[in-house]
């Protein structure tokens, strides 16, 4: 089947299943179309504007998977640019105003020559097996299932940031499609999800808490580049299930934010540069540079990204450079104009500032080689302490399959002199400089800097994306012994190491169910039921679940206050917001942290704010004439309203 043909036929399925949504209740036709709208926004607009537009790439058009990969780095930052600078402009936040905008991008093959693009195999019953035994499908089922399992074991969304977007982006996108509170490095996440929302008509919260974790199965795309390059269908389906690698990394993309796209971005950059490595072809190297830049208004981090594309580039350009100084001046010059615009020049500050007080650390000896067992993270205390608890750090961040490629690269790397040199020499190639740069620099933030500098800056997040370049190690494992022996080895060690990712994310995600208890829930829906529109609710905690679930306005009240004998200083409290508050529609809140919560013990993050005990509330029950107690449940769950 061409790709104008696939266009139409999508759109054909598009309108007629919208269409079915407006005039059937059955969620069933709502699905479907919802899923077709992921297609179009996320793959096939993007691979339409490629090929629209450079059709004469034959590398990249002739190869469906390596089009769909240049695709998606089109569909997730060139598109919603084109689309917040319009919308700068003029207003397009408008279903039907969107609805034509992509349907644009999918008619637009229809001006250029019929592109073979996706191969229907005839319906027998010998090809259906071919296709579900092939390590693509079997990759895609696997992923699939593993995260419909964790995304089904509770209701509400996971992770602390979610609420905080999804309840700003319900106001903020009603009108544009794109919110600037969050600063310019979060602009095009607001776009994205505003784009997907007016053309699916999907609620806020289905996207983040279902369509946006689909994101996962998008790395099959640029895995399969590298995956096909093996001969073995094992090694094909190891590849692909990379993405499995740690619990962390799995539940990283179930909470919708950001972070999202730059995971994405890792897996489509390790795709395609292994493939402008291999074939030398610079163009799908300039395609991920330009999509870093685009990358900053997602994620701050991009910055680092560019950094390392930045020194590849000038590898790759020398004599382009030294021949022309003048045009690389003006280069450098725009780069420093939307490094101001985007507020970059702060983040160099910080950078600076980190290096600076690392250096000294390191100098004085202020070390603290008892990390992870105990060090400070955002003025907190964030240690694992025990043997058990280092365990459970480097299980869930860092993740069985990372730390088996790990462990074996420096294996084969202290044993094999020739795999040594041949390491070295293709991952200091420009192409791959990118890959091997961001590896050691996250390696250097996950051990050194909180070992031997004294600062750890979010070295749990570090761990968790080294789990992406570190598949770039797995095709030179296997190709490099051609001991049948050594790569069963390779293959069973790899593989356990799966099993007990995706078994322990299964088992930890269960656990997160309790983070935030039905018992919550059900007050919160009380509470949105029965309190004023414009009550104020005084809470020591569980913010995000009353913002949302309960629809009231919050306040901050130490909880050793709550738990106080002394009534005035209640009082005292809430006599400091007179001035914005109704007296007669102000209310209390607390709830006891369920004990089955995987974080009770630590205080940060427990329910979603801090870890609180059954208490007794000596001022709050013995002054009616102050306090009313207008509801509780199993002495678990507190709500006084303020006479």
């Known amino acids: ?83 917040f600078l319009t919308d700068l402009v003029l207003p397009i936040n408008h279903p039907l105003i ?77 009108s544009q499609i794109y919110d600037l509170s969050a600063g310019p490095n979060r602009i095009l996440f607001s776009t994205l999800v505003a784009v997907f929302h007016q053309l699916s008509h999907a609620p806020f919260f289905s996207i983040f808490k279902y369509w946006f974790p689909l994101l996962s199965l998008l790395p099959l795309f640029p895995l399969w580049l590298i995956a096909r390059t093996f001969k073995s269908p094992l090694h094909q389906l190891l590849l692909l299930l990379s993405p499995l690698a740690s619990p962390a990394l799995i539940l990283d993309w179930e909470t919708t934010r950001h972070h999202v796209v730059l995971l994405l971005f890792l897996y489509l950059s390790l795709g395609l540069l292994f493939t402008a490595h291999r074939y030398q072809q610079p163009i799908l190297f300039h395609l991920t540079f330009l999509a870093s830049f685009i990358g900053l208004l997602y994620h701050p981090l991009f910055l680092i990204l560019i950094i390392f594309w930045l020194f590849s580039a ?18 450098a010059f725009l780069f420093f104009i939307v490094a101001h615009f985007l507020n970059i020049t702060s983040l160099f500050t910080n950078i600076f500032i980190r290096l600076s007080a690392a250096t000294s650390n390191f100098i004085n000896f202020r070390w603290n080689l008892r990390y992870p067992a105990a060090f400070i993270g955002e003025g907190m205390s964030m240690g694992w302490p025990g043997l058990t608890g280092v365990l459970k750090y480097y299980g869930y961040y860092a993740g069985p399959l990372t730390l088996a490629i790990l462990l074996t690269t420096f294996l084969f790397i202290y044993f094999f002199p020739a795999f040594r040199r041949r390491i070295f020499q293709v991952l200091c190639t ?98 949105k039921d029965n309190l004023p529109s414009n009550a104020h609710v005084f809470t020591s905690s569980s913010k995000n679940i009353l913002r949302y679930y309960a629809r009231v306005k919050l306040l901050w009240m130490d909880p050793r206050v709550i738990t106080s004998d002394n009534s005035e200083a209640i009082l005292s409290r809430v006599g400091e917001y007179h001035d914005i508050i109704d007296p007669t529609k102000t209310y209390i809140y607390y709830a006891v942290t369920d004990p089955r919560n995987p974080f009770v013990e630590r205080q940060y993050v427990s329910s979603f704010t801090q870890a609180r005990p059954p208490s007794l509330f000596p001022a709050l029950t013995s002054h009616p004439d102050k306090f009313e107690l207008v509801y509780s449940k199993l002495n678990l769950v507190y709500l006084w309203r303020i006479k």
């Open 98 to 174: 969107l609805s034509f905008i992509y349907i644009a991008f999918l008619l637009l093959p229809l001006l250029r020559a019929p592109l073979p693009f996706l191969a229907l195999p005839p319906l027998r019953h010998s090809y259906i097996l071919k296709i579900i035994r092939h390590p693509v499908f079997l990759s895609f089922a696997l992923i699939l299932t593993t995260h419909l399992v964790c995304l089904n074991q509770y209701s509400f969304l996971p992770g602390l940031d979610a609420y905080t977007w999804l309840l700003k982006y319900e106001v903020s996108l009603s």
């Open 1 to 83: 089947m061409t790709l104008q043909k696939l266009n139409i036929l999508l759109l054909l399925l598009w309108t007629i299943t919208g269409s079915l949504t407006q005039l059937v209740t059955s969620p069933l036709w709502s699905i479907i179309f919802t899923i077709l709208t992921f297609i179009i926004v996320f793959i096939m607009s993007g691979v339409s504007l490629y090929y629209s537009l450079f059709y004469r790439h034959q590398f990249i058009i002739n190869d469906a998977v390596l089009l769909t990969s240049v695709g998606l780095i089109f569909s997730i930052f060139f598109i919603p640019l084109v689309l």
């Open 430 to 527: 420009p192409f791959l400089v990118p890959i091997s740069s961001f590896l050691l620099i996250l390696l250097f933030l996950a051990e050194i800097l909180p070992r031997f500098a004294g600062i750890a800056y979010l070295p749990d997040r570090a761990w968790l994306l080294i789990g992406i370049p570190t598949i770039i190690f797995i095709p030179f494992l296997f190709n490099f012994t051609s001991s049948q022996r050594l790569q069963v080895l390779l293959l069973s060690l790899y593989s356990v190491a799966l099993l007990i990712s995706v078994t322990g994310t299964i088992y930890i995600n269960h656990a997160l169910a309790f983070s935030i208890p039905d018992y919550e829930l059900t007050a919160a829906a009380w509470m």
């Open 314 to 331: 000038l590898m790759i350009h020398r004599p382009f450079i030294n021949q022309h100084p003048l045009i690389t001046i003006s280069a």
